[in-house]
T-cell receptor
Framework: NAGVTQTPKFQVLKTGQSMTLQCAQD?????MSWYRQDPGMGLRLIHY???????DQGEVPNGYNVSRSTTEDFPLRLLSAAPSQTSVYFC???????????FGPGTRLTVL | SQQGEEDPQALSIQEGENATMNCSYK?????LQWYRQNSGRGLVHLIL?????REKHSGRLRVTLDTSKKSSSLLITASRAADTASYFC????????????FGRGTQLTVWP
């Protein structure tokens, strides 16, 4: 199993540009989540999904959209990038119930 | 707030010493999980302790849970330089909501 994969690893955007961060998992996990990590702030939950077709907002959803058309994929869209979205983004997945969460390697995004 | 709060924020010790990190939380939980993050990497699950357990061991790791005080501790015995990382706790309510929240973590530095 490849686990949780994220692309790209690094990205630089200009203010106002849009882009999609890709996340995929091959473990048949129903739950998937997106976090951002900023220095001194820990991980903050952006959006999460409990299954295909079902998504919901986390702590910091503004400026981000998600969709979940398949169990495997959970892309995160930045509609109009802002410097405040400069961060490291992590995707994670897990099985329903009380189980460990698996994290991807992260995408480091810089918005100029 | 559904995340845990780790304490201390930073901990610096010598190889061979024990490292103790604490976690406090506010909600009722089904279990509590500890994760490690090496610099520039995603989080990796270390250990899960269920609400009906008081102590759990895994190799050099010992986790305790006191649900009456809503607190947990992670002890790493005989620390090694390779244990240098950030450590996060995640209180899990075990519901079908799928959300898992993380705090700011404890940055552990183990000097050779």
């Amino acid at each position: 199993n490849a686990g949780v994969t994220q692309t790209p690893k690094f990205q630089v955007l200009k203010t106002g540009q849009s882009m999609t961060l890709q996340c995929a998992q091959d473990m048949n996990h129903e739950y998937m989540s997106w976090y951002r990590q900023d220095p001194g702030m820990g991980l903050r939950l952006i959006h999460y999904s409990v299954g295909a077709g079902i998504t919901d907002q986390g702590e910091v959803p503004n400026g981000y959209n998600v969709s979940r058309s398949t169990t495997e994929d959970f892309p995160l869209r930045l509609l109009s990038a802002a410097p405040s979205q400069t961060s490291v983004y992590f995707c994670a997945s897990r099985l329903p119930g009380s189980n460990e969460q698996f994290f991807g390697p992260g995408t480091r995004l810089t918005v100029l | 707030s559904q995340q845990g709060e780790e304490d201390p924020q930073a901990l610096s010790i010598q190889e061979g010493e024990n490292a103790t990190m604490n976690c406090s939380y506010k909600t009722s939980i089904n279990n509590l999980q500890w994760y490690r993050q090496n610099s520039g990497r995603g989080l990796v699950h270390l250990i899960l302790i269920r609400s009906n357990e008081r102590e759990k061991h895994s190799g050099r790791l010992r986790v305790t849970l006191d649900t009456s005080k809503k607190s947990s501790s992670l002890l790493i015995t005989a620390s090694r330089a390779a244990d240098t990382a950030s450590y996060f706790c995640a209180p899990d309510r075990g519901s079908t909501l799928g959300r898992l929240y993380f705090g700011r973590g404890t940055q552990l530095t183990v000097w050779p």
